[in-house]
């Protein structure tokens, strides 16, 4: 599953590849971490960053 970050002002946006709201983060380290942590609980199959 790809998903795409994005900076807006202070603070990173995650999308799903449909562009679909996941969630916000304050950095992207963070962003990555929670991504690593919903595909471990199995909320979704893989991670992919674009």
């Known amino acids: 599953m790809?998903?795409?970050m994005i900076h807006v002002r202070e603070?990173?946006?995650v999308y799903d590849q449909h562009g679909e709201f996941l969630f916000?983060?304050?950095t992207e380290e963070?962003?990555?971490?929670?991504l690593a942590l919903?595909?471990?609980e199995g909320?979704?199959?893989a991670?992919?960053?674009a």
């Open 2 to 4: 790809r998903h795409q």
């Open 11 to 13: 603070h990173i946006e």
């Open 24 to 26: 916000s983060a304050d």
């Open 30 to 34: 963070e962003a990555l971490a929670d």
């Open 38 to 40: 919903m595909m471990q």
């Open 43 to 45: 909320y979704f199959s």
């Open 47 to 49: 991670v992919s960053v």
